[in-house]
């Protein structure tokens, strides 16, 4: 059973544009709120990260925008470009919990 | 500060055959993760350490997997008799304690034929 629900499963943004990956999920004891970038042959990477007290958290081109009244939050990602270009998971994590539960990825292609 | 250090990187066998992979955490994280990648999915939990102690072992298939982790330090995961279902990448992370971020390695990447 899929915690984390990931939307889309791929996207193609041209250089320069806005790049938005949204996530749903239902149990409520999650708080933590990872999103991992993996490029191919690699292991996942921490991008960004929020917990559910703040509703944006903002690293250079990265956002991370959380709504917790949907329980859904999403990531953005400003000015796209081309080494942008991998898979994006997000991820949630309890606070009884030590393992993530991750969404099933993005896999995002930025065009020059 | 060296990350998450797991062999070997890419592995063939052919079914019914065993296999084992190897994690090295980064140095002081006392909490490691196994988990398996299926192509195009997103990482599933096998197993979680807590120093030596086997925690979280729920999602591991213990009629063919198996896992270790001496001294607390360096980790084993066994896979025996392999299916070739079991073509995934399997991921090795740490982290330094419950709350704080999760490191992964790069993967062992495992095809069955």
């Known amino acids: 059973q899929q915690q984390v629900k990931q939307s889309p499963q791929s996207l193609i943004v041209q250089k320069g544009g806005i790049s938005i990956i949204n996530c749903a999920y239902e149990?409520?004891?999650?708080?933590?709120f990872p999103w991992y970038q993996q490029f191919p042959g690699k292991g996942p990477a921490l991008l960004i990260a929020?917990?559910?007290?703040?509703s944006e958290k903002k690293e250079g081109r990265f956002t991370i925008s959380f709504n917790k009244s949907a329980k859904q939050f999403s990531l953005h990602i400003m000015d796209s470009q081309p080494g942008d270009s991998a898979t994006y998971f997000c991820?949630?994590?309890?606070?009884?919990?030590?393992?993530?539960?991750f969404g099933k990825g993005t896999s995002l292609l930025v065009t020059p | 500060e060296a990350g998450v250090v797991q062999s070997p990187r890419y592995k063939i066998i052919e079914k019914k055959q065993p296999v084992a992979f190897w994690c090295n955490p980064i140095s002081g994280h006392n909490t490691l993760y196994w988990y398996l990648q299926n192509l195009g999915q997103g990482p599933e939990l096998l197993i979680r350490?807590?120093?030596?102690?086997?925690?979280?072992d729920s999602q591991l298939p213990k009629d063919r997997f198996s896992a270790e982790r001496l001294k607390g330090v360096d980790s084993t995961l066994k896979i025996q008799p392999a299916e070739l279902g079991d073509s995934a990448v399997y991921l090795c992370a740490s982290s330094s304690g419950g709350g704080n971020t999760i490191y992964f390695g790069e993967g062992s990447w495992l095809t069955v034929v």
């Open positions: 991820a949630a994590r309890s606070n009884s919990g030590y393992a993530l539960n």
């Open positions: 929020i917990r559910p007290d703040v």
């Open positions: 149990n409520t004891a999650f708080d933590y």
């Open positions: 350490y807590e120093n030596e102690e086997a925690v979280d």
